[in-house]
């Protein structure tokens, strides 16, 4: 991935459903219910007026009661936070992770609707391979789920998402093994069907069986499942099949911000030593300014002291010459040689990159009738006491 260049233009959903002032609420219900999307955009005449989102929905039904007699404008949410279809994503992702919001409309120069971007476009776009710090879903989940008995009433389950700013409610039995979910989604379902909806119980408007998996499993692995199952949330389980969180699209992207800065700090510290004993000042604040502009763009690889591939970012597989080494084990030394850079052993080596030193390669090769080539740079990675641990790659 390279987000460094690439506008949210590229990202960005075009066909926008939209909906206009005149809407009642019911016709706002019956278009997202239709077209099984979470939300819509209040437009006039290509301009942004307002935004109705699932989540809009259970927090109008909760303070409000019914929804039948409310128009349009009573729903949405103004204003609306755009961005022009110019910015760069990683840009848009901060945004979107400080205002803890999950849709962002686009525009053009003139202020005119050309797009929306929602957090599963963000999550599809970056990926979960950047953040090396995910091992399992628990570390990602959010631990305070809402469980109720199947009896539950559909008005309490709104009250408590509303309260709790969750998406979701899981009905389950005594030992609080999932029997069924009812989510934003099924409330705005529910609204549209039944005049008033939080009479039912959860027992007769909940979806099941429940996706869920173990908070022991693998994020990467969770998360590439819910996509392809198109599934927007599941329920964590322990060892006994209790329900002990909740994982959705907002969690693991509020999540990768984190976990992305934590990892560029760790970067930014390795190298502070290096630069410290060259003498040249430069502040981890810039630092982190200008990796989280640029990082993103570059393939990353990290070896340990036997030159063994240990870590390399998905960039790494955007680059075809260099996807040899996104198979853990791989002998640096060996991959350089064959990729034309016989001196590869020689410079790999500690007493070379000692003290900060960092070398610099060119590596070209001819592809396809035109001449392609990765600029490298690499340094020693060292612990704490300065003592050699193994190899940073960094490629372009």
């Not at 460094?4 to 019956?30: C, F, H, W």
């Not at 939080?198 to 979806?207: I, P, V, W």
């Not at 810039?286 to 393939?299: C, D, P």
Request: some cysteine.
């Amino acid at each position: 991935m390279d987000s460094k260049n690439k506008p949210i233009s590229e990202l960005m959903t075009r066909t926008v459903s939209e909906v206009g002032t005149a809407y009642s609420a019911e016709q706002v219900l019956d278009a997202m219910r239709s077209k099984g999307v979470s939300s819509v955009l209040v437009v006039e005449e290509r301009l942004v007026l307002g935004i109705i989102t699932e989540r809009d929905i259970v927090r109008n039904l909760h303070r409000k009661g019914g929804l039948r007699e409310l128009g349009c404008t009573d729903l949405m949410q103004a204003p609306v936070v755009t961005v022009e279809q110019t910015e760069q994503c990683i840009d848009v992702f901060h945004l979107m992770d400080g205002r803890r919001i999950r849709h962002v409309a686009v525009t053009d120069a003139d202020g005119l609707l050309v797009g929306i971007v929602s957090e599963h476009d963000i999550l599809r776009d970056f990926g979960v391979e950047h953040y090396m710090r995910f091992k399992d879903v628990g570390g990602a989940m959010a631990a305070d789920p809402v469980l109720l008995p199947p009896s539950a009433r559909v008005g309490e389950a709104v009250a408590l998402m509303d309260e709790r700013r969750h998406s979701c409610v899981f009905a389950v039995d005594a030992d609080k093994r999932p029997l069924g979910v009812l989510s934003e989604r099924d409330i705005v379902r529910l609204c549209f069907d039944h005049a008033d909806p939080q009479g039912l119980t959860l027992e007769q408007t909940m979806s099941s069986p429940v996706r869920t998996a173990h908070r022991d499993e693998s994020l990467h692995d969770v998360v590439k499942t819910m996509d392809a199952a198109r599934i927007r949330r599941l329920a964590v389980v322990d060892g006994s099949g209790a329900v002990c969180g909740v994982l959705t699209h907002h969690e693991v992207v509020h999540d990768l911000e984190g976990q992305y800065v934590s990892y560029l700090k760790d970067m930014i510290q390795e190298q502070e030593r290096a630069i410290e004993s060259r003498q040249v000042a430069v502040s981890e604040k810039r630092l982190l300014e200008n990796i989280l502009r640029s990082a993103v763009g570059t393939a990353v690889i990290a070896a340990d002291l036997d030159c063994r591939v240990t870590y390399c970012s998905p960039a790494v597989l955007a680059m075809a010459k260099l996807q040899v080494f996104a198979v853990p084990g791989r002998d640096l030394r060996e991959v350089f040689a064959a990729l034309g850079w016989a001196e590869a052993a020689e410079v790999l080596q500690p007493q070379v990159l000692a003290n900060g030193r960092l070398h610099s390669q060119l590596l070209a090769w001819m592809s396809e009738g035109r001449s392609d080539h990765a600029e490298l740079q690499i340094s020693l990675l060292v612990d704490d006491q300065n003592k050699p641990q193994g190899y940073l790659v960094l490629a372009r």
